[in-house]
């Protein structure tokens, strides 16, 4: 059975940062591009950013030079420091697993960015 937890969301004030994890079981991991998405009620899921194996993390704009994905294939895991956040950076935070036949989602932690 294929498991994502996310750890590590919670509320911190703008300008502050926090740390995910995704640890991930059940699965190859290696054979899985790992990626962040995030949601705010009423809108779409939205990409944050991925990473393959092998190669450097991409990011949506909205997070470039803020965010960072980390992937241990060692340890099975990813996380996403997060920095300089802001107020709009508030949402559920998923971590996503996917490869070319199959995808899995995590059950995600919300991070809120408020004074």
């Known amino acids: 059975q294929v498991q994502l937890v996310e750890s590590g969301g919670g509320l911190v004030q703008p300008g502050g940062s926090l740390r995910l994890s995704c640890a991930a079981s059940?699965?190859?991991?290696?054979?899985?591009?790992m990626a962040w998405y995030r949601q705010v009620p009423g809108k779409q899921r939205e990409l944050v950013g991925y990473i393959r194996v092998g190669e450097s993390a991409k990011y949506a704009d909205s997070v470039k030079g803020r965010f960072t994905i980390f992937r241990d294939n060692s340890n099975s895991s990813v996380s996403l420091q997060m920095d300089s956040l802001k107020l709009e950076d508030t949402a559920v935070y998923y971590c996503?697993?996917?490869?070319?036949?199959?995808?899995?989602w995590g059950q995600g932690t919300q991070v809120t960015v408020s004074s």
């Open positions: 996503n697993a996917k490869s070319v036949l199959y995808g899995y």
């Open positions: 059940g699965l190859d991991f290696n054979r899985f591009t």
